[in-house]
């Protein structure tokens, strides 16, 4: 015989198998459950964040009023207030000069003096010819007389009488051209002394003793000395079209020259030549500048810097606002229900990393800075981010 116990199992009651089965049914069904629902949750989140993310996400700036006018940059050149070339009015030989460049000098002084002999042989004979036609005259008038004197006693015709008066008129006429031959001799004469036309200074002297001087301009004679009235310069400078219209009669400007750097001299306009050059598309405009102490230089270069006035209307925004496509320059603001509204600008000056806005938006509109690509009028964004103000941007 077997001394190993038996063991007898008991067979499980049918009711708490029904209830084991019915719970985890319920197990099953509650993660099954639960998992739809989280998975429901997730695709409404999803669709939601994909619908976000449809509408586009932008910054917007307000554009800043002009703080100040435009500056404006011109290069010019300084001429003298007045510039007389001195040329002979008669022929001949240097005899001196009195006077260099540089050398300041008063109206009515001698410059130099020219040597003709050929201008007094002329005037020698001239007064010889005046001479001749005095003795003339005075034969005639004295034959004349007689002759009106036998008029009475009909010794002599009156033809003869008035043919002997006539003479004695023609004599008279001869007298006075050659008296005006003399004088114009003498006139000439007188050009032999070149003397200063107004004060100022010699600025150029182009002849030497013993040179052979020839009478006119041009071609004919060549200059001798150019005198300048420096204490006052001309300035002229070629203002753009555009910016002609601010720069009026009494307008300042600072001007500079290379030769005193940091150093600033006030110019005024004093005249426009009030059109506009058809080739380069600027209008010449004319200041003086005070130069008492003869520190600029006439025919130098220099600077002008005109101050304009704040241009009306006119508002900055950053250049990254700037949109150029199909349909020109374009800046993209926001508009009601933030909806996207394309405005046509025109631009007044660039400022590399700014821009001054002259037409086609004002300091009210709110602008889109960087718009992003593809958008078109009516489009819905979303707002960011906002900076201050378009100043921030430069």
Known sequence: ????????????????????????????????????????????????????????????????????????????????????????????????????????????????????????????????????????????????????????????????????????????????????????????????RIVAPFDGVVTARDTDVGALINAGSGGAGQELFVVSDVKRLRVYVQVPQSYAPDVRSGTTATLTVPEYPGQRFTARVVASADSVNAASGTTLVQLLVDNSDGKLLPGGFASLQFKLPVQPNSVRIPASALVFDAHGLRVATLGANSQVVFKTVTINRDFGDSVEIGAGLTATDRVIDTPPDGLVDGDRVQLGSTPTGGAAHG
């Open 1 to 192: 015989m077997s001394s190993e116990p038996v063991v007898t199992t008991r067979p499980v009651p049918r009711r708490r198998l029904v209830v084991s089965g019915v719970v985890g049914i319920a197990v099953v069904v509650g993660v099954v459950v639960a998992g739809v629902a989280l998975r429901a949750v997730d695709a409404r989140n999803l669709k939601t964040w994909t619908n976000a993310q449809a509408i586009p996400t932008v910054v917007v700036i307000h554009p800043a009023s002009a703080p100040s006018g435009p500056t404006l940059d011109l290069p010019s050149r300084l001429e003298a207030y007045s510039r007389a070339p001195i040329f002979a009015r008669v022929s001949g030989y240097l005899k001196s000069w009195n006077v260099d460049i540089g050398a300041p000098v008063k109206a009515g002084q001698l410059l130099a003096v020219i040597e003709s002999p050929e201008l007094d042989q002329q005037l020698i004979q001239a007064r010889a010819d005046l001479a001749s036609a005095q003795a003339n005259a005075a034969l005639a008038g004295t034959t004349a007389k007689r002759w009106q004197a036998l008029l009475g006693t009909d010794s002599v015709a009156q033809q003869e009488v008035d043919e002997r008066t006539g003479d004695y008129t023609a004599k008279k006429a001869a007298v006075a051209a050659a008296q005006a031959n003399v004088d114009r001799l003498l006139a000439t004469k007188g050009f032999e």
